[in-house]
């Protein structure tokens, strides 16, 4: 297949790429890297069959030649980010999603967009199955993501029932893995971040609200398996091992083999107290579930970073 990736130099779209490449599809990685990394595409260049170009889907944007799926992936993703760009962040949920979507209706494409477990807001419900509406706060500062995310899966899905496009709804769980950004801003970087170097590590709340941490090679595989099933979804993908922000800590400070110590900061708006994903329909539509346990995704995710800040260094 040829596969336009818009957001593909991000830390997700990295692996992505690898996948389809590794596959021998071809990717049109669009981004205006605005959290994207140019060291991806600098890496993914030397692949053949890869294509970057430079441009915010925020605005329309055309591609030459066959494609076979669009897969709209760009946009801040974490916190940090996304409080960063509000306006971007709308954007390119808005805007973005319009755009990619016309490029998939005019090639006759697959389309998928990237949606989120955000979309569950402060879940009721626990874990979440996809058929769960949210409990979503869409005036706080976290509605830029959570509420672009939801727009977003509404005009996918407005897409194909008025225009018969092929499209499909993906919600990622608290992804991470190497090509994370150090500065990234997720619980994840941040703990391994500050244990390599020794400093204090910042936990907001009194660390019991829970997340699902999935592996990238993972939830890269499951996202493929989606593409190429033909299913709408929407479909969660994650892992369904539950951990609070304390456990977390104490693996990633047996791992580092780092004395940091803990400090307590308070929470956040609307951050929220638990999340899991029910991953039922994965496991019977796609025949995927996250295999990878925390600590052994931890290890070379931990490894990265250290390489990562060592360079910087």
């Known amino acids: 297949m040829r596969v336009v990736l818009t957001g593909g130099a991000g830390f997700l779209g990295f692996h992505l790429s690898e996948v389809l490449l590794g596959r021998g599809d071809q990717v049109v990685c669009v981004d205006n890297l605005i959290t994207g990394s140019m060291a991806n595409v600098d890496a993914l260049n030397e692949r053949p069959g890869f294509e970057f170009v430079r441009h915010d889907v925020s605005t329309p944007f055309q591609i030459d030649g066959p494609v076979d799926a669009v897969m709209h992936f760009a946009s801040p993703a974490s916190p940090k980010d996304y409080l960063d760009y509000p306006f971007e962040t709308l954007r390119v949920g808005s805007d973005g999603t319009f755009n990619a979507l016309d490029v998939a209706h005019a090639h006759g494409a697959r389309f998928m967009v990237a949606s989120t477990s955000e979309v569950y807001g402060e879940p009721l419900v626990h874990p979440q199955p996809e058929s769960y509406w949210g409990n979503v706060n869409p005036n706080g500062p976290r509605s830029v993501y959570d509420e672009a995310k939801r727009f977003a899966e509404a005009v996918t899905a407005a897409y194909r029932r008025t225009h018969g496009v092929d499209t499909s709804i993906v919600r990622f769980f608290n992804t991470y893995g190497p090509r994370m950004r ?64 304390l456990e977390l800590a104490e693996v990633v400070l047996e791992l580092t083999g780092s004395t940091s110590e803990l400090v307590f900061e308070a929470l956040p708006q609307d951050d929220p107290s638990q999340r899991r994903p029910d991953t039922t329909i994965a496991r019977e539509v796609l025949g995927w579930e996250a295999t990878t346990s925390l600590r052994d995704g931890l290890a070379p995710t931990i490894e990265y970073f250290r390489s990562a800040t060592a360079s910087v260094a």
């Open 182 to 245: 150090p500065e990234d801003g997720r619980v994840v970087s941040n703990f391994i971040v500050q244990a390599i170097a020794g400093r204090p590590i910042t936990i907001y709340g009194d660390g019991t609200q829970t997340r699902s941490f999935g592996y990238v090679t993972d939830i890269a595989a499951g996202t493929i398996a989606l593409l190429d099933s033909g299913h709408p979804g929407p479909i969660n993908l994650g892992n369904s091992g539950e951990f609070t922000m």
